[in-house]
């Protein structure tokens, strides 16, 4: 076990390093440092003496090097833009988008657990089958046409709910700004965690049915119902806790992705997160800033995948470690 | 004499009475789904046959005619029949050409991944030892990072880096490189284990013995086995690269406003919703919508005949 530990952590900063290799290779490519420090009005001689002075004539390695050893510290370098350290820019918009994914997260877990259940119990109901063409139907609607459709009838046509921006924040601990506070905070995040949902749910709900009704075929549930269980307590207690191993492992993979989906809810909601804030970055050619993102996007993943292998290496006594490469 | 003699069936027929034909006729979402998928291939297909204007010819785009609503609504102008789009096109050629864009750039990507993941899978699974445990190690991490999150960060960067009028000139080449390099795994996976299961067997030791060289026996011998499931995971690849590009042409990173591929339509109109301009935004997304529908629709269907055990989330 400690050893499957150790490599699984081993290759977590390899990943790592690669995507710092890939950081570095896109800040010494895109834009020019120099000429978003000092303009185009300085003459040859004194660039050159600022580039020797900035290191921008070293070698590559020792560039890298530095930039990593800078990295390593917290500094991925000034935003042109927002003359602030990059990090400390997307570190302030990262509770608006974490917060998003926590939304999303809680609607997908308290709505995909029963109706993947029910599902499975009743596959040949017509609310089963209603439950299943719907999510057929939701895997192919693309994320940002459901959030262009929501806008379009609740904040359009009927005006009940605001169609961007975050609406009253209240700080928590100091930093954390969060839209739970207050009801006019909820009420902005609901369309878009809704529409940030809507894209896994359905993924979720035939997961769940799928891996339920397997469960269900097995002798251990047999078993139980011959004991004379009451059927409830057979879903929800026997079978449940063992549908949910591979739930919980394909959901913290899920996590990941989901921060790529906050880009587009972000964009057609406006809502002041990461994503929004990274597109914003492209189209000044804000180097410091996308470099930095992508590198707290790496870490993210490289973390929640990290965890999530983790886990199931530990809950799963099944699992094969030399095969998952211990 | 001869009437003892026994011709192999054709291909043909062997596929016609194979169980797959006699499942699909049984199937009314299937055929349905069939038949909705194939009248939209035709249209994109024969799209500057059918299409009354030319979307990318300036000459009809005219800033009189933007935003006309579909015939059926008051204030429109007939010869448009879905109406005009915020630039003065007309929105039926636009989706026209739109839909040939998208499926284009879906199937392309999906036939790279197909061409990548295959190669990879079947050379991991025959030569084994530590080609095959690094490249299996690529591609769980390739497979732990989302598509889309690439995606976006490649074509972002890209477009940064050229400038937006090159990235423009190219980006029907650079979403297909992009979605198609992205979910090689799924191929190379599956292969993979087929590759493993078969290799052992006996037929492939004959053929060996028989002196037939690793490529022949790779794609000839090993590769049909493991044709269901490929074809299984190919359509919904197809659907899920025809959202990645519909997502990333939205954001702005895939194909330009000039030659608007169905995602950049909707993004397009989006900024006229608020005004009432609804069309431009919901015509192109129930095209959208009702394409990758139906090609999910065979994929499901597809899966319970030929392998219902393989799908897992």
């Known amino acids: 076990m400690l050893a499957y530990l150790v490599k699984r952590l081993f290759q977590a900063i390899a990943v790592m390093f690669a995507i710092s290799l890939i950081g570095f290779a896109i800040q010494g490519n895109l834009g020019d440092p120099l000429r978003e420090l000092v303009g185009q009005s300085v003459s040859e001689e004194v660039r050159q003496q600022l580039r020797d002075e900035l290191g921008l004539n070293d070698s590559f390695a020792k560039q890298y090097l530095r930039f990593l050893g800078n990295a390593l510290h917290g500094d991925l370098g000034m935003s042109y833009f927002f003359k602030e350290p990059a990090l400390d820019v997307i570190l302030k918009k990262l509770p608006a988008t974490l917060e998003l994914v926590l939304g999303a997260t809680i609607i997908i877990v308290g709505l995909s657990v029963p109706l993947g259940v029910y599902t499975a119990i ?17 895997i192919s609607i693309p994320v940002f046409l459901t959030a262009i459709l929501m806008i379009f009838v609740f904040s359009v046509e009927l005006g009940w709910l605001p169609s961007y921006g975050r609406g009253d924040v209240v700080y928590v601990f100091g930093y954390w700004d969060t839209n739970f506070a207050t009801l006019d ?3 902005h995040i609901l369309m878009p965690s ?24 097995s002798e251990y549930v047999k078993y139980a119902r ?8 057979i879903y929800f207690v026997h079978a449940l ?19 790529a989906y906050t880009i587009l809810t972000e964009t057609v909601f406006q809502w002041p997160g990461m994503g929004f804030m990274f597109l914003e970055a492209v189209n000044r050619v804000d180097t410091p800033l996308i470099v930095a993102y992508l590198i707290v996007v790496g870490f993210i993943f490289v973390v929640t995948n990290t965890i999530v292998d983790l886990i199931y290496g530990l809950v799963n006594p099944t699992v094969n470690l030399a095969r998952m490469g211990a | 004499m001869s009437s003892t003699e026994i011709t192999p069936p054709s291909r043909w027929t062997r596929i016609a009475k194979s169980g797959m034909v006699h499942s699909f006729r049984r199937n009314p979402v299937a055929v349905g789904s069939m038949l909705v998928f194939l009248c939209i291939a035709m249209a994109a297909v024969f799209a500057p046959v059918i299409a009354p204007f030319d979307p990318y010819d300036p000459i009809n785009m005219d800033i009189m005619n933007s935003e006309f609503p579909p015939v059926w609504i008051d204030g429109s102008d007939p010869q448009f029949v879905f109406g005009t789009d915020d630039q003065g096109r007309d929105l039926w050629s636009t989706i026209l050409y739109g839909t040939r864009l998208s499926l284009l750039i879906g199937l392309c990507a999906v036939a790279l991944q197909a061409f990548l993941g295959i190669s990879i899978g079947l050379i991991a699974g025959y ?4 080609t095959d445990s690094l490249l299996m190690r690529l591609a769980d ?46 191929y190379a996976r599956t292969v993979r284990a087929t590759v493993l299961a078969e290799k052992k067997k006996e037929y492939i030791d004959s053929a060996r013995v028989l002196g037939f060289g690793p490529v022949r026996i790779m794609v000839r011998h090993i590769l049909p086995n493991s044709l269901s499931p490929i074809f299984v995971i190919s359509t919904v690849q197809v659907a899920n690269a025809i959202i990645s590009e519909a997502s990333l042409s939205f954001l702005g990173l895939g194909m330009p406003p000039s030659q608007p591929s169905l995602g950049s339509l909707i993004s397009s109109g989006f900024d006229y919703i608020f005004s009432g301009s609804w069309w431009i935004t919901a015509i192109p997304g129930i095209v959208l919508v009702v394409l990758v529908l139906v090609i999910n629709l065979l994929g499901d269907w597809m899966r319970d005949v030929l392998n219902p055990k393989l799908y897992k989330g």
């Open chain 1, 122 to 138: 009743k596959p040949n109901a017509i609310a089963s089958r209603i439950i299943m063409g719907i999510s057929i139907l939701g």
């Open chain 1, 185 to 187: 905070g909820f009420v």
């Open chain 1, 194 to 217: 809704l529409a940030l949902a809507s894209i896994m749910l359905p993924l979720f709900v035939r997961l769940i049915r799928a891996e339920m009704m397997e469960t269900l075929q």
């Open chain 1, 226 to 233: 011959a004991k004379g269980i009451r059927p409830y307590r």
């Open chain 1, 241 to 259: 806790k063992n549908t949910l191993l591979p739930v919980i492992t394909v959901g913290g993979v899920q996590i990941g992705t989901m921060v």
């Open chain 2, 127 to 130: 030569i084994g030892g530590r």
């Open chain 2, 141 to 186: 991490i390739q497979l732990s990072f989302s598509t889309l999150m690439v995606a976006i960060i490649f074509l972002a960067v890209t477009q940064a880096m050229f400038g937006s009028e090159t990235f423009n000139q190219y980006a029907v080449y650079f979403l297909i490189a992009v979605i198609g390099v992205a979910e090689w795994p799924q």
